[in-house]
């Protein structure tokens, strides 16, 4: 069992930069791998990044590709995602999940969390 409580959404200009962070409770944690999804009014959820549970692999969305990084600390039970260089299209809710590679690659877990909101402003 795993909680998720995500933090770090705000405001930002075009072109600036923002850090999210999720905060995993659960002895379980390192063993999962943890993903990054965000989800626009309207639109439908979209996959924006994952990391295996060591860290050693990641994938990313084609539209994030090259501007946001996805990392953990699995001392920390803290999945991050670094976002640069933000634009309009970014602005959606970020939600946290946690599950196996495959589940997550399918957008497939029972673990989210709340979300947090970016609004990048153009």
């Known amino acids: 069992q795993v909680q998720l409580v995500e933090s770090g959404g705000g405001a930002v200009q075009a072109g600036g930069s923002l850090r999210l962070s999720c905060a995993a409770s659960?002895?379980?944690?390192?063993?999962?791998?943890m993903g990054w999804f965000r989800q626009a009014p309207g639109k439908d959820r979209e996959r924006v990044a994952i990391i295996s549970w060591t860290g050693g692999s990641t994938l990313y969305g084609d539209s994030v590709k090259g501007r946001f990084t996805i990392s953990r600390d699995n001392a920390k039970n803290t999945v991050y995602l670094q976002m640069n260089s933000l634009k309009a299209e970014d602005t959606a809710v970020y939600y946290c999940?946690?599950?196996?590679?495959?589940?997550?690659?399918?957008?497939?877990?029972?673990?989210w969390g709340q979300g947090t909101q970016v609004t990048v402003s153009s």
């Open positions: 999940a946690a599950d196996t590679w495959s589940l997550l690659l399918r957008g497939i877990t029972e673990y």
């Open positions: 659960g002895r379980t944690f390192s063993t999962y791998a």
